[in-house]
Antibody, heavy 121, light 106 residues
Framework: EVKVVESGGGLVRPGRSLRLSCAASGFTFDDYAMHWVRQAPGKGLEWVSGISWNSGDIAYADSVEGRFTISRDNARNSLSLQMDSLRVEDTALYYC??????????????WGQGTLVTVSS | SYDLTQPPSMSVSPGQTASITCSGDMLGDKYVSWYQQKPGQSPLVVIYQDNRRPSGIPERFSGSNSGNTATLTISGTQPMDEADYYCQAWDRRTAVFGGGTKLTVL
């Protein structure tokens, strides 16, 4: 069974940092790109960042470029998101999602339950 | 940046057909996926690559994509289909989601 489990969320002051983690199991982790998608309270889905299977290709949404850093450890089947200079508008439930790439497109075929990040003074 | 537009809400009677649209510039040139999200749950892909259903997704879910509009169709809508639905496309190494459509079955 494919499973991804996020951790690391919490309450943090604006301008501070937080590191999210995602533990994956049930599939060959280093065969797939992985992504972070967030959802602000009562709002829609927003893609945050993605990383290819070998970390050779990394992309970010404009809203987090320069502040967030995605990384992965294939030996540990884990994905991370280092979030610096956090803003109130970064408050959201952060999902780890397994990406499936085919025919020049990517969709997300497995999602975790999310970890909540609250940025507030 | 690339934008996808969905109607914020729609309603359908049980047993009827629901058609949820997603529009974007030349969207037909991209593949579209659709996700269902029920309250308190994570999103679930119900259609990928415009019209493919993952295993376990009922046949009443179907999709199409042409021109500037992709459509998710739910035939014989059931009360359990009440949820938020999001379209998603891939554009220049980034994923783009529509704003979501809240489907009410009543």
């Amino acid at each position: 069974e494919v499973k991804v489990v996020e951790s690391g969320g919490g309450l943090v002051r604006p301008g501070r940092s937080l590191r999210l983690s995602c533990a994956a199991s049930g599939f060959t982790f280093d065969d797939y790109a992985m992504h972070w998608v967030r959802q602000a309270p009562g709002k829609g889905l927003e893609w945050v960042s993605g990383i290819s299977w070998n970390s050779g290709d990394i992309a970010y949404a404009d809203s987090v470029e320069g502040r967030f850093t995605i990384s992965r450890d294939n030996a540990r089947n884990s994905l991370s998101l280092q979030m610096d200079s956090l803003r109130v508008e970064d408050t959201a439930l952060y999902y780890c999602a397994k990406g499936y790439a085919a025919a020049g497109t990517v969709y997300f075929d497995s999602w975790g339950q999310g970890t909540l990040v609250t940025v507030s003074s | 940046s690339y934008d996808l537009t969905q109607p914020p809400s729609m309603s359908v009677s049980p047993g009827q057909t629901a058609s949820i649209t997603c529009s974007g510039d030349m969207l037909g040139d991209k593949y579209v996926s659709w996700y269902q999200q029920k309250p308190g749950q994570s999103p679930l892909v119900v259609i990928y690559q415009d019209n493919r259903r993952p295993s376990g997704i009922p046949e009443r879910f179907s999709g199409s994509n042409s021109g500037n509009t992709a459509t998710l169709t739910i035939s014989g809508t059931q009360p359990m289909d009440e949820a938020d639905y999001y379209c998603q496309a891939w554009d220049r190494r980034t994923a783009v989601f529509g704003g979501g459509t809240k489907l009410t079955v009543l």
